[in-house]
């Protein structure tokens, strides 16, 4: 049996299923609901990136479900105008499929021009989610979902906590932890991932953070809450 996961800032725990599913202690997997607005936006997502998203998991040795699971949350509502959702800059400056930031992007090694190229910002935001998981969150999906919604202020790869923040007591807005947890479970339902597509051994779950997108968009938030 799985452990449950120790949530270093007190709040609900999880626990990351040899599947690749994740489990909120007392609730199950869940999910997006198939036939949601949102599981349409991920699905046309994965449509529209598939080859894109496949290359870059498999360059970074990460789950093919987690640059989906963050392409969706950040720019999935754009997902129906490919060009669009390719391109987005938000208010905070961040750009393209996984909402990447100027500064950011060249410590990935693209220029603040190449983040409107989709092969190179989501390979980057891959990179990214993989220089997390080698950080100071715990490789576990929360907390790197969190620290991927913080921004810089998150520190060094790392974690802020806030007690009543939301049911994870972590710094995110908009319960940011809990939409990568429920796409990323509905991508690998989705896909019906097999072991060799899971990437890690085929057991782990990740986000990303510090810099790259903020999961700005009101009109994908209301759908959220």
């Known amino acids: 049996m799985v452990a449950w996961a120790v949530n270093k800032c007190g709040g609900r725990r999880w626990r990351q299923l040899p599947s690749g599913l994740i489990e909120v202690e007392g609730e199950g997997t869940p999910m997006v609901k198939p036939g ?8 046309q997502t994965w449509k529209n990136w598939a080859p894109l998203l496949r290359a870059a998991a498999a360059r970074h040795d990460l789950p093919v479900a987690w640059p989906l699971a963050i392409a969706s949350v950040e720019t999935g509502f754009m997902s129906h105008n490919p060009k669009l959702q390719a391109t987005i800059v ?3 400056g961040a750009q393209g499929v996984m909402q990447i930031m100027p500064g950011t ?42 620290a991927y919604n913080a921004g810089p202020g998150s520190g060094a790869l790392g974690v802020r906590c806030q007690v009543g923040r ?14 990568i947890i429920e796409y990323n479970n509905a991508a690998i339902t989705y896909l019906g991932l097999g072991q060799a597509e899971r990437g890690l051994g085929g057991y782990a779950l990740a986000g990303a953070a510090l810099g790259i997108g903020l999961g700005w968009a009101t009109r994908y938030l209301a759908r959220a809450s």
């Not at 190179?120 to 969190?146: E, F, V």
């Open 105 to 146: 992007a060249i410590g990935l090694g693209i220029t603040p021009e190449q983040r409107a190229d989709p092969a190179k910002n989501i390979d980057a935001g891959t990179k990214y989610l993989k220089q997390l998981y080698d950080g100071r969150t715990g490789h576990q999906l929360p907390t790197i979902g969190s």
């Open 90 to 92: 938000s208010p905070a």
């Open 166 to 179: 939301n049911e994870w007591s972590m710094v995110a807005d908009h319960n940011y932890p809990r939409q």
């Open 36 to 43: 949601s607005d949102r599981y349409n936006d991920m699905e």
